[in-house]
């Protein structure tokens, strides 16, 4: 197993429009057997980070220790790394035996023996032994991502890199090779970096999760740090689906309280709330956030603590409904039982508890408040979003 630590890592491509950043100063630690994901949009820099821990890619600033060895000029073959790619990257010509066994006979001195019998191990905890003597062609999307995993454990590395090594295959296939990768890393116990766009595969297999947007680290922390504490107004809005509500409002205070004031409603908040407000910002220009599933729909409007709002699409999903409501304007998400179902074209009110409000610095787009009383808790989210934010500094 290993530690793995980038510091000031930096990755620029030259193009013929200039300079083109596609990783910018990125400082993490991996520890000793964690299985970290890595997500962000398309073009973040999740891919090319994994590249240069792989050594496909070169590092234009800033080091990559693996162990506490410094590995940026190390060969590939070199890194005791094995790294699955999206494409699974399998020789067509060649059986699964052999494609598994290609990388040990070229950069070990390995007897043939011993080859097989890592060979086999591998196929058999992959659950393909059956499919040694056949090519590539002849297997289905989620063979050929087994096989792409069993050569990675064949070589026994330090590290695992993943490169959206599911994203080729359908949702029912997905969710299973998920939870067999869950139970892989279980059994080996080997440090794994993982790649994908997917939120649902980073938060059911991450111990922790790095989030990166153009290049640059936002957060980092465990999935509930990230969902419950978002650092910003990007992590906020990329995790959860569907995501977040975000309503431009202004505080006002009183000496019992306050209200966030927006142009489609006013929403009073208690003492308190202003209070734990007061110690983290004196902005009175906020983004208020809620997520769908912390709404609901009231039996009556009440003044100060329900926001209407016409009913424009419900979507049906399973046993919940996504409702789709018009607030002055904007937009705002639900997610309910699928026994409320209102009528569209309808008026609801919808209500919420100020303990599950997130506040948003309008200007910085940095996180505030995460509900009264929440803001004292002591979260892996909290020290490391200080160091991992980048919105802002």
Same mark, same amino acid.
């Not at 060895?69 to 790394?81: C, F, G, H, Q, S």
């Not at 059911?204 to 936002?218: F, K, M, P, S, Y």
């Not at 309503?247 to 009183?254: G, I, N, P, Q, S």
């Not at 892996?380 to 802002?392: K, L, M, N, R, W």
């Given at each position: ?23 910018? #100063? ?15 949009? %398309?073009?973040?820099?999740? %891919? ?9 890619? *070169?590092?234009? /600033?800033?080091?990559? @220790? ?23 990257? $399998? ?6 035996? !052999?494609?598994?066994?290609?990388? $040990? ?5 390995? *007897? ?43 070589? !026994? ?12 295959? /359908?949702?029912?296939? &997905? ?7 869950? &139970? ?52 906020? /809005? ?20 306050? @209200? ?7 929403? /009073?908040?208690?003492? @308190?709330?202003?209070?734990? $407000? @007061? ?13 769908? !599933? ?20 419900? #979507?049906?999903?399973? *046993? ?9 304007? #904007? ?6 039982? %699928? ?35 929440? *803001? ?5 989210? !909290?020290?490391?979003?200080? %160091? ?6």
């Amino acid at each position: 197993m290993a530690r793995v630590e980038l510091d000031n890592l930096t990755k620029v491509f030259e193009s013929s429009g200039g300079p083109l950043v596609a990783v910018e #100063e990125l400082d993490l630690e991996i520890e000793d057997g964690e299985f970290v994901v890595v997500v962000g949009p %398309s073009g973040c820099g999740k %891919s090319t980070t994994l590249r240069m821990l792989a050594g496909l890619e *070169s590092v234009t /600033d800033g080091e990559i @220790r693996l162990s506490d060895e410094v590995i940026n000029d190390k060969a590939p073959k070199n890194r005791d790394i094995a790294m699955v790619f999206q494409d699974y990257a $399998l020789y067509p010509h060649k059986t699964v035996r !052999e494609n598994i066994a290609y990388g $040990l006979r070229l950069t070990t001195d390995l *007897s043939d023996q011993e080859i097989r019998k890592r060979v086999e191990e591998a196929t058999d905890m992959m659950g393909i032994g059956d499919l040694l003597d056949k090519k590539p062609g002849a297997l289905s999307g989620g063979q050929q991502q087994r096989v792409a995993t069993g050569r990675a454990i064949v070589r !026994e590395p330090e590290l695992f890199l993943f490169d959206e090594p599911l994203s080729n295959l /359908d949702a029912k296939l &997905r969710k299973h090779m998920r939870t067999e990768l869950a &139970r892989l890393h279980t059994e080996l116990g080997i440090t794994t970096i993982y790649v994908t766009h997917d939120q649902e595969e980073a938060m059911t297999l991450a111990d922790r999760i790095v989030i990166l947007n153009d290049g640059r680290l936002q957060q980092v922390g465990s999935p509930k740090d990230v969902y419950y504490r978002p650092a910003n107004l990007f992590v906020a /809005d990329f995790i959860g689906s569907p995501s977040m509500n975000f309503f431009d409002v202004a505080l006002e205070t009183d000496g019992e309280g306050g @209200r966030l004031v927006h142009d489609g409603f006013t929403y /009073d908040i208690s003492a @308190r709330f202003v209070e734990e $407000l @007061r110690e983290e910002s004196d902005a009175t220009d906020l983004v208020l956030g809620i997520r769908p !599933e912390d709404l609901g729909i009231a039996e009556a409007a009440e003044e100060g603590k329900t926001i209407p709002g016409t009913v424009e699409v419900v #979507e049906v999903v399973g *046993s919940d409904n996504f409702i789709y409501l018009d607030v002055g304007g #904007e937009e705002l998400r639900l997610r309910t039982s %699928s026994e409320r179902e209102p009528n569209i074209g309808s008026t609801v009110d919808v209500t919420f508890d100020e303990t599950t409000i997130h506040l948003f610095d309008e200007r910085s787009e940095e996180a505030l408040l995460h509900g009264v009383g929440r *803001s004292a808790e002591v979260t892996g989210a !909290e020290t490391e979003a200080e %160091s991992g934010t980048a919105v802002g500094q």
